[in-house]
C-alpha cells in the first residue's frame, strides 16, 4: 500500500480550486482547474514535510493515510526516505552521528533524507539496519475470484 496525505478539494468564490491538508497547515496549493490543483497537491505537501525536516520537527500523522480518494500518494522511496527521519528522531540521531556510524561523509546522508533526491534502497536499508530498525511494507491481499457457473 502507498502512503500519503489526504486533501481536501474546496472550490473558491473565484472560480479556482483549493487544496487543504488536514493537520498541515503549511500545505496549501491550488489551480485553475481542480485536476491542475490534484496535480499540485503532491508537490505541495512534499515542500512542507521538507520543512518539518529541516526544522527537525516531528511528521504530521493526523492527516496521514494508507487509503482514500483525494490524497496524495508518494512514491516508495519517499516513503522510506521519511522512515529514516522518523527513525533517527526517535532515536535522537543527528545526521553526522549516521554518517559515522555508517562510515560516509554527511553530506550523503544529507542526500539520503532529501524527498527529491534518488537515492538508493540499499542505504536506507543500511540506515535503518545502523539504527536496529526495519522499513514494514505490506504486500496486498490476494483476491480469489469465482469461476463463472
Known sequence: ???????KLERQENGWWLVRFPGIPEALTE??????ARAN??????AAL?????????LPRQAASH???????FPSLVTAKLAVYETM??????????AKELGMPEN???????LRHSSHMWIIDEALKTMNAELS??????????KAA
Open 1 to 7: 500500500m502507498a502512503f500519503g496525505y489526504r486533501y
Open 31 to 36: 489551480g485553475e482547474a481542480a485536476e491542475e
Open 41 to 46: 497537491a503532491l508537490d505541495c505537501v512534499l
Open 50 to 58: 521538507e520543512g518539518y525536516m529541516k526544522a527537525g520537527k516531528p
Open 67 to 73: 487509503s482514500g480518494q483525494d490524497r496524495a500518494v
Open 89 to 98: 528522531r526517535e532515536r535522537g540521531w543527528s545526521k553526522l552521528k549516521l
Open 108 to 114: 550523503s546522508v544529507r542526500r539520503l533524507l532529501d
Open 137 to 146: 511494507i505490506d504486500l496486498p491481499k490476494v483476491r480469489v475470484r469465482r
